[in-house]
């Protein structure tokens, strides 16, 4: 039997008046944040919240998102975090495919329309049977159904709750991804996944008590709940969180917290580099503390990795991992030998292959598919057995990437199979991006593919063939799509064509356009005289 509320629980039995969670101005110990737990659990399993139900969680950085996880975790529950950025249909697709029974979101921002987008989603599913508002004033009341919130719920409840006793294999959260064909799939993780993940991750970065981390990634994201939330807890560290990622704050929290440790993806390390040549912030102080940080999401530029290291006195480590492996895969530990550009060995327990087509190892160097066995792959796809079988065939999970080896059992990923982009260290997948497209009643045709960006590593380009008759432009195409995807996923460039490439079959050839744009850069940067 095993719970994975353990992280916490255990650390608040050990740690009780340490500080386990910094958000802005406010602290809470181990012991407060496992009484809130408690109490959240009391209130949901009052409210009809049973084992194996499962719950939608949209709520950004703060205090309450590991609030309701690990409530969710304890009870037996099942906690389905989603991307507070999703819309109204997005949010309605997720409550259908789950069935979850309550969905738990976050209130209005200046920024976000996320409860208006979450209650209209709610409305639309019938089988979602309780809509909880997460306010920030605990006082406050929700105006949308019953009328419950979060804090409604916790109010007078005992601060004591007895964990489910969960079986290892059973899921624990279900985080959706997918590949680059039909809807978003759940990716279920079990109650093992999360718990040797975070173990593997401590060990990777030889994580203590008194580590301070940052996280600036969105909790909802598999990275940082594994490598972060989950590991830090484990440990007993203090976890400081940010809303959300600014240069220039994280570095001004680096230096009043005294942050050791840091995960995050590639734009972000630009970022802090950037912010730090302006001379802004106390640099030296913040490299007494820092000592590690972790880069994942994508190819970490070599350049701005040793620049990053020279300016903060660190090391940082690249990892390798996909939501369907919890995040974990492969590291570069401390404390052993680093390859620049390695994605490294893989995590204890963990089997790492490259293999072609019929599951055979390819040679030492050579290119294969990257295939991977252990305790961090997933249960499988939330409802879809073909999907799940598609995934494990031969016994192993595909990554869909392409991956080389050295003789030193260091690996390297060198591309990969699917077209998922990677906009800022999230993954968007075309083909969810052009079914949308296609909804609007100017495009007859729309392929996606990511080009080359310097800010976000990658960017969504939209190539659109419009209806007969019909009259559109690039920016109304963009507007309309901003109101319909998520921030990270609608396309910022589009271009109106009169046709695609097509192969013999119909099959629109995505390799021609990105030819198109390596022909175009070529063009625009021409090589200096005397290069080829």
């Known amino acids: 039997m095993l719970n994975s509320v353990v992280m916490l629980e255990d650390s608040a039995r050990e740690h009780p008046d340490k500080v386990a969670v910094i958000f802005g101005s406010t602290r809470v110990s181990y012991a407060q944040l496992s009484e809130k737990v408690n109490q959240l659990a009391n209130g949901l399993r009052e409210l009809g919240i049973q084992v194996g139900d499962l719950v939608l969680l949209a709520c950004p950085n703060r205090v309450e998102f590991p609030v309701a996880y690990y409530a969710l975790l304890k009870m037996g529950a099942i906690a389905v975090p989603v991307s507070i950025l999703s819309k109204r249909d997005e949010f309605a697709y997720y409550l259908t495919d789950t069935r979850a029974k309550a969905f738990l979101c976050s209130q209005n921002t200046e920024e976000l329309s996320l409860a208006e987008e979450a209650w209209a989603a709610y409305g639309e599913v019938e089988s979602c049977e309780h809509f909880i508002l997460i306010t920030e004033d605990p006082a406050a009341p929700s105006p949308y159904g019953k009328g419950w919130t979060l ?8 601060v004591v709750f007895e964990p489910e006793q969960t079986r290892s294999d059973e899921t ?5 991804t997918s590949g680059t064909t039909g809807k978003p799939k759940g990716a279920e993780l079990t109650h093992l996944n999360l718990v040797s993940t975070a173990m593997n991750f401590r060990d990777a970065v030889c994580a203590t008590p008194d580590d301070v981390h940052l996280i600036a990634l ?6 940082s709940q594994s490598a972060q939330m989950n590991a830090g807890f484990l440990t007993g560290a203090a976890l400081v969180i940010m809303s959300r990622f600014d240069a220039g704050k994280a570095l001004r929290t680096m230096a009043e917290e005294g942050v050791t440790l840091f995960c995050g993806v590639p734009t972000m390390y630009w970022a802090l580099l950037n912010k730090t040549v302006a001379r802004e912030h106390d640099i030296e102080r913040i490299s007494n503390t820092f000592r590690a940080a972790v880069s994942g999401g994508g190819p970490l530029p070599v350049e701005v990795l040793q620049a990053v ?16 492996t919890s995040a974990a895969t492969t590291f570069n530990r401390l404390g052993q030998p680093r390859r620049i550009g390695s994605i490294g060995t893989p995590h204890s327990g963990i089997q790492v292959r490259v293999v072609d087509e019929a599951m055979q190892d390819v040679p030492l160097g050579q290119p294969g598919e990257l295939v991977i ?28 990437d392409v991956a080389t080896r050295d003789e030193d059992g260091y690996f390297y990923i060198v591309d990969r199979l699917k077209d998922m982009i990677i906009r800022g260290g999230y993954n968007v997948y075309p083909r969810e991006v052009e079914d949308r497209l296609m909804e609007h ?6 392929a996606v593919i990511g080009v080359p ?15 007969d008759g019909r009259a559109s432009n690039p920016e109304s195409i963009t507007a309309w799509s901003k109101a319909k995807m998520a921030a990270y996923k609608y396309p910022r460039q589009v271009e109106i064509v009169d046709s695609l490439p097509l192969s013999p079959t119909g099959k629109i050839l995505k390799r021609e356009l990105r030819k198109s744009i390596a022909r175009d850069t070529s063009k625009a940067n021409p090589p200096a ?4």
């Open 172 to 176: 624990a959260v279900i985080l959706y």
């Open 441 to 446: 009643p100017d495009i007859s045709l729309a």
């Open 218 to 223: 969105p909790l909802s994201h598999c990275y």
């Open 373 to 400: 066995r252990g305790p961090c792959t997933m249960k499988g796809y939330c409802n879809q057995p073909e999907a799940t079988a598609e995934a494990f065939r031969g016994g192993w999970f595909h990554s869909g």
């Open 309 to 324: 290291e020279k300016k903060f006195k660190i090391r940082i480590l690249e990892a390798y991992g996909l939501t369907e």
């Open 529 to 532: 005289a005397g290069q080829g």
């Open 151 to 158: 804090h409604s719920l916790m109010q007078g409840q005992p």
């Open 453 to 467: 960006d310097e800010e976000h590593g990658e960017e969504v380009r939209a190539y659109v063939v419009l209806k």
